[in-house]
């Protein structure tokens, strides 16, 4: 049973970069995935979560209107689209599924997948 984010690098400011969030040796269908990201020196957040049907989703202040979540089933993935990137948002960007609802509960997540490393310049 694993999680795993993909997709951070290194973008210039006001560009954009796609997470994915991929399981393997379970299925995504029945669980709420979470975004959460930590940047240096600072606590782990919540960024963004997605309900297991899609139909509701859920941002945090700071990327509201900027981040995109959303998820392919059939792909067993989900991804967070982030446009117009920070320096901000620097972060290394975590995945985590809950088997219940979308919340910012850390302790309440069934499962973490590693992290993907953002780093956006000014």
């Known amino acids: 049973v694993q999680l795993q984010a993909s997709g951070g690098g290194l973008v210039q400011a006001g560009g954009s970069l796609r997470l994915s969030c991929a399981a393997s040796?379970?299925?995504?269908?029945?669980?709420?995935i979470g975004w959460f990201r930590q940047a240096p020196g600072k606590e782990r957040e919540g960024v963004s979560c997605?309900?297991?049907?899609?139909?509701?989703?859920f941002y945090a202040d700071s990327v509201k209107g900027r981040f995109t979540v959303s998820r392919d089933n059939a792909k067993n993935t989900v991804y967070l689209q982030m446009n117009s990137l920070k320096p901000e948002d620097t972060a290394v960007y975590y995945c985590?599924?809950?088997?219940?609802?979308?919340?910012?509960?850390?302790?309440?997540?069934?499962?973490w997948g590693k992290g993907t490393l953002v780093t956006v310049s000014s």
């Open positions: 985590a599924a809950d088997s219940t609802d979308c919340s910012w509960y850390e302790d309440g997540m069934d499962y």
């Open positions: 040796g379970f299925t995504l269908d029945y669980y709420a």
């Open positions: 997605i309900s297991s049907s899609g139909g509701s989703t």
